[in-house]
């Protein structure tokens, strides 16, 4: 038997990079997965590339209702929800003194604002079981990870918004574990460093993201910055989304039923914020 076999996940930004080599190691490792993307075009391509029983739904984040459809959706197809990764985001960056209060609320919706929103619309499906299951004195383990950054824990310069926002990530996760701790519910957060996505590739070669109100946001890390990080990992490079969803799925198994409210650094050993 698979070691998550039986088990419903939503993976929040899973149509490329992390979020999707996330919901593809999870459904390698027997889950049932909802994939979530902005575009449906991505989300059903990576639906199908991942195969088996996962279903896509497109959904930006931000809109009201969207978390709860997201929940509907899973439960629908599923029955059940047991795991749920907040991963959706992007960057807006710039300094401070140049930053709009759009450009700063933006960062608060999809990073702090939307993983709430999730966390709040799963809370029936988590907590309703769980209060049975103590009843009954039986331990089922149900799983949230928060995807937040170093730049959350450490700042990032240029990134004040995002920085911001990740860092409402933490103690969204910190609070969430001690009122689901007792439910059985392993509330923790991932901080990433630099990991090979869309959003770090080389400036000159990445995409572009509309933003909430129409405007075309570049992607991308300047070329000094991206080689000032990898000098600055003692494991020498950044990592591949592969190993990213290697600490995500970590503290969906099993194996982490023990480890409960804590940030996990998933940096190759870089623990400096980004331009210090």
Known sequence: MKVLEGKAAIVTGSGRGIGLATASLLAEHGAQVVVNDLDSDVAAAAADSIGGDAVPVAADLTADDACNQLVEAAVGAFGRLDIIVNNAGYVWDGPVHKMSDEQFRAMLEIH???PFRMLRAAAPYFRD??????????EVFRKVVNVTSIAGTMGSAGQVNY???KAGVVGLTKTLAKEWGPLKVNVNAIAFGFIDTRMTAPRDQAETFTGPSGETIPMGTPDALRGAA????PLGRSATPEEAAGAVFLLCSPWSNYVHGHVLNATGGFMAGMGD
């Open 129 to 138: 079981p769980a209060k049975a299951e103590r009843a009954e004195g039986v």
């Open 163 to 165: 920085a911001a926002g």
């Open 112 to 114: 702090t604002v939307a």
């Open 230 to 233: 990898s000098s600055l990992i």
